[in-house]
């Protein structure tokens, strides 16, 4: 059980990982306010929200749901581009790791759930750089 849980938070970090990094490229090509630091814990924690809420089920609704959730922090922290362009980039970027990234796939392979969903992270993210 204990392997299988620490196999399923290393997959669920991963893949989180992959969705934070996909928003910070998109924040830093639309000239998104704040600290990249900021930035990067906001999506990682509001990506675990959306997450934890769909209790780690895929469905055509995840990347609406993730790039809404990226949006509020896009929001909260201000941006130079048009809402419309930050938003769609939004959505293409994160449509493309949920169906073509390598954490993605073993993600909803392993339907890493607990008894209330997906469980927290218990660590903050590794720092991404942002190029």
């Known amino acids: ?3 299988h849980d620490n196999r399923c938070e290393v997959v ?3 893949f989180l ?3 934070t990094e996909a928003a910070l490229r998109v924040a830093s090509r639309h000239g998104v306010r704040g600290f990249s630091v900021d930035q990067e814990i906001g999506f990682w924690n ?3 929200d959306v997450l ?3 209790k780690g089920r895929p469905g055509e609704a995840l990347p609406d749901e ?3 959730a990226a949006y509020e922090v896009a929001l909260r922290q201000g941006f130079r581009d048009s809402f419309l362009d930050v938003q769609l980039d939004l959505w293409k970027a994160l449509r493309r790791v949920t ?5 993605a796939r073993l ?3 392993l339907f890493c759930r607990g008894s209330d969903g997906v469980r927290p992270a218990a660590r903050r993210p590794a720092s991404v750089a942002v190029a």
């Open 1 to 3: 059980m204990a392997e």
């Open 12 to 14: 669920r970090d991963g």
């Open 17 to 19: 990982g992959e969705l």
């Open 46 to 48: 509001r990506f675990g």
């Open 52 to 54: 934890r809420r769909r």
């Open 66 to 68: 993730l790039a809404d």
């Open 99 to 103: 169906r073509e990234g390598d954490w």
């Open 107 to 109: 993600f909803f392979q």
